[in-house]
Structure formats: C-alpha cells, structure tokens
C-alpha cells in the first residue's frame, strides 16, 4: 500500500507559475512509477507528466512539454510538478499517482493509487 498527499494548489493568474507536492507513505515509493494526472469536471482523467518505473526517465503530455516539470526528493519520499506559465486551459484538479511496473505511464487506468487531488485554478 501506497499512501499519496498532494499539496500546492491554488489560484494564480495566467503565466504565473504553482509547485505541487506529493509525499508518498507506506511502501517505499521508489518501487513505483510516480505520476500527474488532472481532471477538469465532465471530462475524463488526463496524463500530465510522469517518471519512468526506474524513474531514469521522464514523460510529458504535449500539451504542458516545456513548461512543466516533474522531479523527486527520494529521501523525502516527494515528487514534485512545477508548473510554469500557467494557461487558463490548465485548470484541473491534479492527482499524484504510483504504478506497478511494466504499466504504461499515459493510461489512468494503469495507476494502482491516487492522492485526494489539489486544486489549481488559472485565471485569464
């Protein structure tokens, strides 16, 4: 079991810039593939970002490529998304998540737990 703390949202204006947290507890989260999702209502849940199983590798939605970033602290057990110049369009509510190995990292599907979701709100 793997347990998931988001924390950072909140309101900003567009081109503004957020830093969400996520502290895993539990089993040591080194052993999963640590990643972002978002959601905004009426719409399904949305790969972001995420780290390879090994976590040598990262991966980004298209639409947040260059702006976005996902790094950890494994001796915190955090995973961090920085997000910069913020755009209206990604307004969500963001889910750090943990996959078991061999899934892949762009299906929420694959994704064996979720945080309570953080807020972020881009204002025009």
């Known amino acids: 079991q793997v347990q998931l703390v988001e924390s950072g949202g909140g309101l900003v204006q567009a081109g503004g810039s957020l830093r969400l947290s996520c502290v895993a507890s539990?089993?040591?989260?080194?052993?999963?593939?640590m990643g972002w999702l978002r959601q905004t209502p009426g719409k399904e849940r949305e790969f972001v970002a995420a780290f390879s199983w090994s976590g040598s590798s990262t991966y980004y939605a298209d639409s947040v490529k260059g702006r976005f970033t996902i790094s950890r602290d494994d001796a915190k057990n955090t995973v961090y998304l920085q997000m910069n110049t913020l755009k209206p369009e990604d307004t969500a509510v963001y889910y750090c998540?943990?996959?078991?190995?061999?899934?892949?990292?762009?299906?929420?599907?694959?994704?064996?737990?979720w945080g309570q979701g953080t807020q972020v709100t881009v204002s025009s």
């Open positions: 539990g089993r040591t989260f080194s052993r999963y593939g």
């Open positions: 998540a943990a996959r078991s190995s061999g899934r892949s990292y762009a299906q929420p599907g694959s994704y064996d737990y």
